[in-house]
């Protein structure tokens, strides 16, 4: 069963040279349970297509379904009931400097939740124990490293226990070893919950060792989607390309 989908999807931005067309028409769907990579040079509308599934964004044309209901048509305070299904890792970790760890944990549950102080704090402490970072709940984001910080940011997206979890390039600006961490606790998280994720990265080496499915963005058209093993198998050449990381090829 399809958790997450984009039908017919475009969207453009307008600038000063005029419109800027990110997403052509793309049409993916992610079955439920499933870890989907999103994949794609840059700019090829990676990290607008997870907004558009996180009902950051709205399209121009087509739908965005979430377990089966089309989003585009949900007024705000019907949008922030779905939102509170779909846990998200942003790019920069959008961890608050003024909040120390367990408050940056907490905030989601605070937001979206009637929880007691008592069940919050038991939640925070199970999720740093969960991404080995015990005892860090009064630490300030500026005290931390780069991949603790990420840490961090996981344990947020997932705290609310939430079916679907979105992350914009989990392990970006970490060192290899960091990265493949980020990527097996990811998974890990990801099959104790029995999730459906989506995951853009541009670390592919670490990514394809974690995903079940891929898709492929390439000047916002998708133009591959399939099994990770029929990603790294594709003769497209754009695909065949930038999955091997090829320096000969159209890209």
């Known amino acids: 069963m399809t958790t997450l989908a984009l039908r017919a999807v475009s969207k453009s931005f307008r600038t000063l040279a005029g419109a800027n067309?990110?997403?052509?028409?793309?049409?993916?769907?992610?079955?439920?349970?499933?870890?989907?990579?999103?994949?794609?040079?840059?700019?090829?509308?990676k990290s607008v297509a997870l907004k558009m599934l996180a009902g950051l964004l709205k399209p121009d044309r087509g739908a965005v379904f979430v377990d089966g209901e089309d989003i585009t048509q949900l007024a705000e305070i019907q949008l922030q009931q779905v939102r509170a299904k779909i846990g998200m890792l942003f790019q920069n970790n959008a961890l608050f400097d003024h909040m120390t760890v367990a408050e940056n944990i907490a905030f989601p549950l605070r937001r979206l939740f009637s929880l007691s102080e008592d069940e919050i704090g038991?939640?925070?402490s199970e999720r740093l124990a969960c991404v080995s970072l015990r005892g860090f709940e009064s630490r300030l984001p500026a005290?931390?490293?780069?991949?603790?910080?990420?840490?961090?940011?996981?344990?947020?997206?997932t705290?609310?226990?939430?079916?679907?979890?979105?992350?914009?390039?989990p392990a970006a600006g970490l060192d290899p070893v960091t990265s493949q961490k980020i990527f097996d606790l990811l998974r890990e998280e990801q099959r104790a919950a029995n999730a459906t994720v989506v995951m853009v990265s541009?670390?592919?080496?670490?990514?394809?060792?974690?995903?079940?499915?891929?898709g492929m963005l390439y000047r916002g058209q998708l133009i591959?989607?399939?099994?990770?093993?029929?990603?790294?198998?594709?003769?497209?050449?754009?695909?065949?390309?930038?999955v091997h990381g090829l320096t000969e090829g159209p890209l």
């Not at 005290?143 to 997206?157: D, E, F, M, N």
């Not at 705290?159 to 390039?169: C, P, T, W």
């Open 21 to 45: 067309v990110v997403l052509r028409d793309v049409t993916l769907e992610v079955p439920r349970g499933c870890l989907y990579g999103l994949i794609g040079p840059g700019a090829s509308g």
């Open 122 to 124: 038991a939640r925070v």
């Open 143 to 157: 005290g931390l490293s780069g991949g603790q910080k990420k840490r961090v940011g996981v344990a947020r997206a």
């Open 224 to 242: 591959f989607d399939g099994t990770t093993a029929e990603a790294k198998a594709s003769l497209e050449p754009r695909v065949k390309q930038f």
């Open 202 to 214: 541009s670390d592919l080496d670490r990514l394809l060792t974690v995903t079940d499915r891929v």
């Open 159 to 169: 705290a609310a226990r939430a079916g679907i979890v979105l992350y914009d390039e």
